[in-house]
């Protein structure tokens, strides 16, 4: 059975520093990775998806890698901003597409 | 632009009283998902509806009942409520290619079983 597990539970940082989230999965058999964010009372929005044969997928200052050997992903965000403040997860897809999802990290973007 | 809409948004239910929550996606999804998140976990898979016509357990189907209604539509049901369903219901949808595209989510149903 899948694990994930996502450290610290909660970051808050000063406006304009980067943002290091990490990701960790025991099974290292997956076909994707995919981040998420999640507003408080909202459902999930797709922030970054990575296939297995990928290292890494960049989005404006969004970054996530990929590293199945040490079972690891990060999500860098760069320049950070008060808006970036929500809660991410990260999930891994099995072959058969079902999602194991960590318990996210809340992120608190002080201005 | 709805995309994934869940009805109801809320809801207080009472040990042993039945309910169904309802999703609909507008996306032309293959693919529809039922999970729960609960405090200090994550989201766990309830069922799951890889095409029309066909459904399985995720991790966690115990005390529920899919319908996939249609292409559109997914229909999650507890036939008697227990305080441990008190959670939130999220539903997702996703393409045909399923390993290549991410899922997408609804608001969600707090639910919550007195």
């Known amino acids: 059975k899948q694990e994930v597990t996502q450290i610290p539970a909660a970051l808050s940082v000063p406006e304009g520093e980067n943002l290091v989230l990490n990701c960790s999965f025991t099974?290292?058999?997956?076909?994707?990775l995919q981040w998420f964010r999640q507003d408080p009372g909202k459902g999930l929005t797709s922030l970054l998806l990575?296939?297995?044969?990928?290292r890494e997928q960049t989005s404006g200052r969004l970054n996530a890698s990929l590293d199945k050997s040490s079972g690891r992903s990060t999500l860098y965000i760069a320049a950070s901003q008060p808006g970036d403040s929500a809660t991410y997860l990260c999930?891994?897809?099995?072959?058969?597409?079902?999602?194991?999802f960590g318990a996210g990290t809340t992120v608190t973007v002080r201005a | 632009n709805a995309g994934v809409t869940q009805t109801p948004k809320f809801q207080v239910l009472k040990t042993g009283q039945s309910m169904t929550l309802q999703c609909a996606q507008d996306?032309?999804?293959?693919?529809m998902y039922w999970y729960r998140q609960d405090p200090g976990m994550g989201l766990r898979l309830i069922y799951y509806?890889?095409?029309?016509?066909?459904?399985d357990k995720g991790e966690v189907p115990n005390g529920y009942n899919v319908s996939r209604l249609n292409k559109r539509e997914f229909s999650l049901r507890l036939e008697s409520a227990a305080p441990s369903q008190t959670s939130v219901y999220f539903c997702?949808?996703?393409?045909?290619?399923?390993?290549?595209?991410?899922?997408?989510f609804g608001d969600g149903t707090r639910l919550s079983i007195l």
């Open positions: 999930a891994l897809a099995a072959s058969d597409y079902k999602l194991s």
């Open positions: 099974d290292s058999a997956i076909y994707n």
């Open positions: 990575i296939q297995s044969s990928q």
């Open positions: 509806s890889a095409s029309e016509g066909t459904t």
């Open positions: 996306m032309n999804h293959n693919s």
């Open positions: 997702a949808s996703s393409g045909r290619d399923r390993g290549h595209q991410p899922q997408h």
